[in-house]
């Protein structure tokens, strides 16, 4: 179940769903699925199995503390850069603004992480919700209900505390909020 609920699923998932609700309807939209899933979840997916299949990390889910962060810093440089390609590319404003700020939760878990161990899985789903309630509240209701139902998992197979896992839920969702609010088009 863990696998299921991890970011390796949710976060393309959540990139998808992202991506399919601004790009614009007409002959381009696809395209911008297509780019966004490939540059905002499917890079950072595929080096973080890659580098676990190697065995430089002990898992995809990189638990010990010192993995995590260089693993969060080569996440948030592929991000960064991903970003910056759909802006160099001309991405829809609403497409951008919503994938620009999940890239800013990102940014923020890495920063949070020598603190404290917040949960990335339950994060990867209170960001984006964070970041929908400026355009589509139910959304919003729905990824932060997913996001409680990941950290519960998260609890019971013990790969994170109550600390932890409220963390990712809070940093996640007001990072997405703040983030939005500065980033999607008025």
Known sequence: MSRVLGPAV????????????????????WGWVAV???????APVALVVALARAG???????RPRRQRLWTLAALVAIEVAAVSVLALLGAPPLLFGLVASCVVGVVVMALVTPVVRASIH???L??????????AWPVSVALLAAAAVVGVARLTVRDHTPLEVTVGMVAGATTGLAAAAVLLPS
């Open 10 to 29: 949710t976060v393309p998932a959540v990139v998808l769903g992202i991506a399919v609700y601004a790009a614009p309807p007409g002959p381009a939209r």
């Open 36 to 42: 966004t899933v490939g540059l905002v979840a499917g």
């Open 56 to 62: 430089v990390l002990e898992s995809i889910d990189a």
């Open 122 to 124: 339950v994060a990867a």
């Open 126 to 135: 209170a960001v984006p919700a964070g970041a929908f309630v400026h355009v």
